[in-house]
């Protein structure tokens, strides 16, 4: 009970979720931490639904705080958007389901490099999702600086299109957006 005040988001307060859906990705960073990178590992289904009972059945985690914040990360999370989309749904009806008190005060956050968003099933899950969703580019600098690091496997740089698609979000949602940067020894 000692740790169960109320919790406001401007505090940051919040329990934080992170479901690493993959650990493929399609980029080829130098200073990537994700070593062995594969297109083999990924959370299943039934295990996304696992945590995500867990999380909203056990008293501890319940107890902790009134917000809930789910991060999908990767390799690149959006490799495996039907897998989130799934998660998503499946959190936001068992919250309504329960009448869950996260119902009202969850969010959806995403890490990624930005260059599959701009497709048909990100536009399709922001329809559904988009009130509750946040993003996270990885922009590292100026085009230069990003691109010395932030190379597309066929080895030309990444920027342009992290930057497209920055903008497009952008334009889309205003400035509800955040950035992610990565300093390493080359930059």
């Known amino acids: 009970e000692k740790n169960s005040a109320y919790i406001t988001w401007d505090k940051g307060n919040y329990l934080n ?16 931490y994700m070593v062995g990178k ?14 995500v009972d867990f999380l909203l059945n056990d008293p501890y985690c319940v107890g902790l705080t009134d917000n809930l914040l789910v991060d999908f990360i990767g390799g690149e999370p959006l490799l495996e958007m039907d897998l989130i989309d799934e998660l998503s749904d499946y959190l936001t009806l068992s919250l309504y389901v329960k009448k869950h008190k996260w119902f009202k005060n969850f969010q959806i956050s995403f890490s990624t490099n930005g260059t599959l968003y701009n497709t048909d099933k990100m536009k399709k899950y922001l329809q559904k999702h988009r009130t509750h969703c946040g993003f996270g580019f990885s922009i590292d600098g100026t085009k230069e600086k990003h691109d010395l690091t932030r190379k597309m496997r066929d080895g030309h740089g990444s920027y342009d299109s992290v930057i497209r698609a920055f903008e497009k979000y952008k334009e889309d ?7 992610k940067s990565t300093f390493a020894s080359d930059d």
């Not at 992170?18 to 650990?23: A, G, L, N, S």
């Not at 594969?38 to 945590?51: A, V």
């Not at 949602?173 to 950035?179: A, K, M, T, V």
Request: one cysteine or more.
């Open 17 to 32: 979720a992170t479901f690493c859906v993959t650990e493929e990705c399609n980029l080829e960073c130098s200073y990537c």
């Open 38 to 51: 594969n297109n083999f590992s990924r959370m299943t289904s039934e295990m996304g639904r696992k945590i």
């Open 173 to 179: 949602f205003g400035d509800e957006i955040y950035q």
